[in-house]
Nanobody, 120 residues
Framework: QVDVVESGGGSVQPGGSLRLSCVAS????????MGWHRQAPGKQRELVAD???????NYADSVKGRVTISRDNAKNTVYLQMNSLKPEDTAVYYC??????????????WGKGTPVTISS
């Protein structure tokens, strides 16, 4: 079993910052990509950013220049630093890890999400 747990969500005013964290734990041999998706009310889930085990990053156009994804491979942890937040960033943010488990099977494991609300 692999567990993915997010933390760091909350409510901030426009222009503010938040740092999300996500830890993967359990029967993990290795982790390839990790990343963040989000789902706003009434909208489909969308990619925010992802990062390979080697550190190559990818960002949605809507967050480029405002968001930085990073990871600590030794801790199976990925971070999402979000600055200059806008009301349209309001969503539930979901972390995922593409992990190889002890059966040598690679799967995407998802967290339950952490809510982010941007409002004045």
């Amino acid at each position: 079993q692999v567990d993915v747990v997010e933390s760091g969500g909350g409510s901030v005013q426009p222009g503010g910052s938040l740092r999300l964290s996500c830890v993967a734990s359990g029967n993990i041999v290795s982790i390839d990509d990790m990343g963040w998706h989000r789902q706003a009310p009434g909208k489909q889930r969308e990619l925010v950013a992802d990062i390979t085990s080697g550190g190559t990053t990818n960002y949605a156009d809507s967050v480029k220049g405002r968001v930085t994804i990073s990871r600590d491979n030794a801790k199976n942890t990925v971070y999402l630093q979000m600055n200059s937040l806008k009301p349209e960033d309001t969503a539930v943010y979901y972390c995922y890890a593409h992990a190889i488990n002890q059966l040598r099977v690679g799967m995407d494991y998802w967290g339950k999400g952490t809510p982010v609300t941007i409002s004045s």
